[in-house]
Structure formats: C-alpha cells, structure tokens
C-alpha cells in the first residue's frame, strides 16, 4: 500500500501516520525527520539543504524530492510530502519509473479555527522535536527532554502559515482529485475516532 497523508498544520498528520504506519506495515516517510537526519549527517544533499536553510529560504522542490527518492521502500505512508505541485508531479514521475501507483490521498479536513486552537496549545520536546497535545505534562514521553512552546504557535504566526497552506499545498487536492486518488477524512474529534474514520475510508478505497 502506498499513501500520501495531506491535511493543513495542525490536522494531526504525523500522529495518523504513525498509527497507520504501524497498523498496515508501511514505511513512515517524514519529510522533517529526512531533512535532519540528511543535515546531520552531512551527506551532499543534507548540505546543500542546509545552506538555504541557513539562508532563511525552503529547501528547494526538487532537493526534497531527491531526498524522498533516495529513501521510499515499497509499501509507504508519505508525511509533509508533497507540499507543493512541484512535488507532487515529482512524486508522480519517480512511481511511474519504480513501476509503482499510489493508492490513496488522504486528505485531514479540519477546520481553521480548530486548527488555531490546536497548534496555540500543543508542546513540543525541545530535544527531540516531537509534538505533543495541550496538557502534556514534562517529561518528553520519547526521550525524556523537556516540554515547552514553539515560538511561532501563536495565532498570528499560524494564520500565516495557513495562507502559505492555502496557496502552496491546497492545489494538491485538486491534482488528486483529477487522479481519483483524494479521500476525504474529517479530522476532529480524539485520535482514535480520526484513526478508525481512515481505516473505514482505505477500506473502502
């Protein structure tokens, strides 16, 4: 089985991805998670991220692209990619050539103030960076770091980001829906309502 999870910040992606990744044995494929591991390690393509990193700019379209093709097994859940149509028709490009079809595109549906609420409140480990819930109490449950806040989880910072959402990622449920690959999942409610809503949906997929 081979997935893309799309949804705006905050619609839980990571932590849906997770569980569908452990539940149907697929490869969670993290786009953040690749871009550290590659800087930190120093490869060619982790430092040349690094340089527009540094430089306040994205990382380039096709850098991450290079970067995902390098690590895709056959049977993949896609996390924080695509996020652009850029990469979407990259992403496209490199299945047709591994002779491989994508299965679904799950879209999270959620709403924009459900969404301010959400990343205002969360905590996220200043170690590790895994992100955590309102109400988490310290410490990290991964790693033992120390909980705190994201300087940009605050509304207006937020809103920003999901104009950068609307303008860039959006797109990409249209590119599905011409493919017939987008699924429609709500996504409010606790995690395991959201989590048996995407189970129900890929079975009927």
């Known amino acids: ?36 591991d590659e800087v930190a390690r120093q490869t060619d393509l982790g430092i040349k991220a690094k340089a527009f990193m540094d430089a306040g700019q994205l990382v380039p379209d096709q850098l991450v692209s290079d970067m995902i093709a390098g690590r895709l097994q056959a049977d993949f859940i896609l ?34 103030d459900e969404i301010v609420a959400r990343l205002s409140g969360r905590l996220v480990c200043l170690q590790c960076k895994t992100v955590f819930p309102a109400g988490t109490e310290s410490p990290c449950q ?24 609307h303008n860039t990622t959006k797109p990409l449920e249209n590119y599905y829906q011409k493919l017939g690959l987008l699924r429609e999942v709500p996504a409010v409610g606790s995690p395991d309502e959201i989590f048996k809503r995407l189970c129900a949906t890929l079975k009927r997929a």
């Open 1 to 36: 089985m081979r997935l893309v999870l799309l949804g705006p910040p905050g619609s839980g992606k990571g932590t849906q991805a997770v569980r569908l990744a452990q539940a149907f044995g697929l490869q969670h494929v993290a786009t953040g998670d690749i871009l550290r």
């Open 79 to 112: 996390d924080g990619y695509p996020r652009s149509l850029p990469q979407a028709e990259s992403l496209t490009h490199l299945l047709k050539q591994k002779g491989w079809t994508l299965d679904a595109a799950l879209n999270l549906q959620v709403p924009e």
């Open 142 to 165: 991964k790693c033992g770091g120390k909980l705190g806040k994201r300087a940009d989880d605050n509304a207006n910072v937020i809103r920003e980001r999901l104009n950068v959402y």
